[in-house]
C-alpha cells in the first residue's frame, strides 16, 4: 500500500534521529527538527542549500564527486549501509555521527511523496538519517583502551620473567607485536656515548619476514631528530607515520615498500629523562593510530623503561656483588706435593647477594700450609667487609706459623672494626698443615666454629680439636690448639654450618649425622670426590624446601 502524504512527513518529524532529503543537485528539500539538536541548525534555514554545509571541508570534493557518479549509475560506495563520519555543527566544530543513506525511487510502494502535503520533500533522490555516534565512539574508544592497557600489562608480565635486562630486551618486541596485533618490530638503543640510536633488534612474524627491513638496518644509526627513531628520541613521545612509503621522514621507504609495510609507530622507553631505547611497531595494513593507542604507549615507553632499568640496576648489582664474592674466594686452591685439596662454596637464600663464607689455603715460609675456613654472622656489604678483614688478616699474621695466634689476630682486628651497629661476630677454624714422608700433621684452633671431621682409611669418622669463643666478642680470649696425625689414607673436612642446619621442607636439618654418613659412604673417594657428595647431598635436603638456605662452604684435605 502506498504510504500516506500526511502519515511520512509526521512520522519523520517526530524522530529523534535527523532525517535529510536531497534532490538530484544535492541540495537539501527536507530536513527534520532533531537537525536543531544534533547539528545546531534550523530545518527551514537548511532547505534549499547544499548538503556540503554540514560536512567538513575536507570531506567536500571527494562528496561532490561520489554524488555525480550515484546519480550517472545509480550505485554509491554508501548507499545501504551505515557508517561513522564526523558532521560540521553550525558553530564550526565536528560531530561524530552514524550515516545511513538511501535511494528514494518516486512511485514505490514506501516511498516518499512527493509534494502531497506543504513541507513535503519534493524531487527527493536521496535520503539520509544521521544519529548522534558520540556515545558509541566513546564506549569503542573505551574499550579499546582496555584492551591497550591489558596489552600492555601482559608485556610488563612477561618481562617480569625474564632473568636480566639483556633477557627482557630480547622478549619485548615479539610480546609488543602479539599482544597489539602489529606484524614486525625493531629496537634502537643508544651507543655508549649517546650520540646515535644503533640497532638493537628485530622480529617479523615467523611466516612473514621483512628481508628488506632488516637489510636496510644493517649498520644503521639515527641521530637525534632523524629518521623515525630519531624523531621518537627527540620529541620522547611517539611518533606515527600511517603511510611508510610516500612520508619523506621515514628514510627507509624502499623497505618498507618491498616488505609491503604501510603504518609505523615508535615509542620511547624512557627512565626518566634517559632513554633507554626506541621501539618501532609495523603494520602491513595502513591503519589509523588512535590517540589512545599512542598515549598509550606513550604510558608504556616509561613503565616499561623504570622496569627495564631496575632489571638492568639489579644486573649490576649482581655483577658487582659475584666480582665481590670471588674476591673473598680463592681463585683455586695450589698444588701441596702428597696432599689433595678440594672445596665446594654455595650461596644462601635467593636475593642475598654477597654471603659470609670463606676459606683460604696458603703457603708458610718454612715449607708448611696454613688452611682457614670461616663464617660471618649476616650477609650484605657490611659481612662481606667483616670476611674480608678476616681473610686478609689471616694471611698477614699466618707467617707466625700458629693458628691460634692467627685466631687472636684475627679477634683483635675485628674487635676494632667494631662499630655502633649490631654485633658481628666470626667464627673459624685454622690449622696449619706440616708435609711429612710418613703423612701429615695438622694443628688445628678453633673459635666457635664446628669441629673438623677426620676420615680414617676404615671409615671411622671422629671431631678434632677444641671450640672457642667467636671471634669479634671478647679482648681476651684465648684459643688451644691441638695436633692431629692425618696418615696416608685419612681425610679431614672443614665446613660451616650452613652444611649441617641445612632443612628440608619439614624442618629437620641435614645435621652433624647426616655429613657423616656421608663420609662414611665415601671412605674410599679422594678429596674431590668426598667434596662434591657432600654438596649433592646437602642439596637434595634443600630442594624444594620452604627454608631459606644459609651459604655453604666445604674444605676437604685428603692425605
Known sequence: MPTSGIAAPALLEALPDVILVADAAGNVVYANPAVRSLLGHEPADLRGRSLDVLMPERFRTAHNRGYSRFLATGVGTLVG???????????????????????????????LPAGDVEGAPAGGVVVAALRDASTTIRLE?????????????????????????????????????????????????????????????????????????????????????????????????????EDLGSDPRFLRGDAARSDDLRTAVAFPVLRGDDLLAVCELFSREQRPVPPELVDVLASAGRQIGQFLARLRAESEVRGLADTLQRSLLPSHLPAIPGIQLAARYRAGAEGVFVGGDTYDVMPLPDGRWMVLIADVCGTGAEAAAMTALTRHTARAASSTGNPAEVLCAVNTALLHEQGSGPLRFVTACCLVLQPGPGGTTARVALAGHPPPLRRDTAGAVTEVGLVGRPLGIDPDVVYEQVDVALPHGTTMVLYTDGVTEARDDAGVQFGEAGLIDVLRRTAALPADATVEAVSAAVERQVSGSRYAADDQAVLAIGC
Open 81 to 111: 549501509a551505515t557508517t561513522q563520519v564526523p558532521a560540521l555543527h553550525a558553530n564550526g566544530s565536528e560531530v561524530a555521527v552514524e550515516l545511513t543513506l538511501s535511494r528514494l525511487d518516486g512511485g514505490r510502494e514506501g516511498a
Open 141 to 241: 574508544r573505551q574499550i579499546e583502551v582496555a584492551r591497550y592497557l591489558t596489552a600492555t600489562l601482559r608485556v610488563t608480565a612477561a618481562l617480569t620473567e625474564a632473568a636480566d635486562a639483556d633477557v627482557a630486551f630480547e622478549q619485548l618486541l615479539p610480546t609488543l607485536c602479539a599482544e597489539l596485533d602489529w606484524d614486525a618490530a625493531t629496537l634502537w638503543q643508544p651507543e655508549g656515548c649517546g650520540g646515535r640510536l644503533i640497532h638493537a633488534g628485530t622480529w617479523s612474524a615467523p611466516d612473514a619476514p621483512v628481508p628488506a627491513l632488516e637489510a636496510g638496518i644493517r649498520g644503521r644509526a639515527f641521530s637525534r631528530g632523524e629518521g623515525l627513531p630519531g624523531l621518537a628520541w627527540q620529541r620522547r613521545e611517539p611518533v606515527v607515520i
